[in-house]
């Protein structure tokens, strides 16, 4: 027989906070455990279990995600893929608006002005963004004259 796990023994195994571990259980995203005198028992597959979903959460993914995640997860599914597919397509946007912010603040760095509000490219790019234009194109304006 399996040694069922306490709440607080699940989260002292994990590093997660029990109040945590209650959400998630709420959440769907662990299963409801079996109760002993009132008290939760976690079989010890939950440890696994809870790595999952520190594991996506750590990667990007959000805890409706990650329960979309464990619930697509079948033999012969691959529904997992798509959700792969899509982060992935979100995290480059990510990464394509971080740089355009990196290079706005390497160039805010570089500027030769004391104060910053004094600079044509620092207003130009205020500007762009007043007229709901995106930083990126604001510094493709900046730079092609």
């Known amino acids: 027989m399996d040694e069922r796990l306490t709440i607080g023994e699940l989260a002292r195994r994990t590093g997660v906070a029990t109040s945590a571990l209650r959400y998630w259980e709420e959440l769907g995203l662990l299963p409801a455990p079996a109760r002993v005198s009132g008290q939760r028992r976690y079989p010890p597959s939950a440890v696994g279990l ?9 990667v990007g993914f959000t805890l409706r995600e990650v329960k979309t995640f464990v ?22 946007q990510r990464i394509a608006r971080a740089q355009v912010a990196r ?33 990126e194109e604001a510094h493709e304006e900046i730079h092609s004259h």
């Open 103 to 135: 290079t706005a603040i390497a160039h805010g760095l570089a500027c030769p002005h004391e104060d910053i509000f004094e600079c044509s490219n620092f207003a130009s790019g205020v500007a762009a963004i007043l007229e709901e234009r995106s930083l």
């Open 50 to 58: 809870v790595g999952v979903v520190l594991m996506l959460r750590d």
């Open 71 to 92: 619930a697509s997860r079948s033999p012969a599914g691959d529904g997992w893929r798509e959700l792969y597919h899509r982060k992935l397509a979100e995290l480059d």
